[in-house]
Nanobody
Framework: QVQLVESGGGLVQAGGSLRLSCAASGLTFSTYAMGWFRRAPGKEREFVAGISSSGDNTYYAGSVKGRFTISRDNAKNTVYLQMNSLKPEDTAVYYC????????????????WGQGTQVTVSS
């Protein structure tokens, strides 16, 4: 079965950096667009970043553009989210998701989800 396993979350001070990873198995990774979403306490799940199946196209939420970078390694079946200049408002559970072929900013367009990894940014 399909599994997406996130890692790399943790506690970091404001201004710091973290790199999240999402390892995929059970699917033909190179045919899936990937997305990162997050859910903060008391808030709706929101789109953070997306990347096409080839990696040629990337998409970002306005709140993270210029600070976060999404990338993928199709040989390793892994997608990454490099997060720099972190702010307390970035605190959330971060989820990766897979969608056949094309990326989307809409969470319910995605077919598979990971279990999430907690990111906490202290001020």
């Amino acid at each position: 079965q399909v599994q997406l396993v996130e890692s790399g979350g943790g506690l970091v001070q404001a201004g710091g950096s973290l790199r999240l990873s999402c390892a995929a198995s059970g699917l033909t990774f190179s045919t899936y667009a990937m997305g990162w979403f997050r859910r903060a306490p008391g808030k709706e799940r929101e789109f953070v970043a997306g990347i096409s199946s080839s990696g040629d196209n990337t998409y970002y939420a306005g709140s993270v553009k210029g600070r976060f970078t999404i990338s993928r390694d199709n040989a390793k079946n892994t997608v990454y989210l490099q997060m720099n200049s972190l702010k307390p408002e970035d605190t959330a559970v971060y989820y990766c998701a897979a969608r056949r072929f094309s990326a989307s900013r809409t969470w319910n367009d995605y077919d598979y989800w990971g279990q999430g990894t907690q990111v906490t940014v202290s001020s």
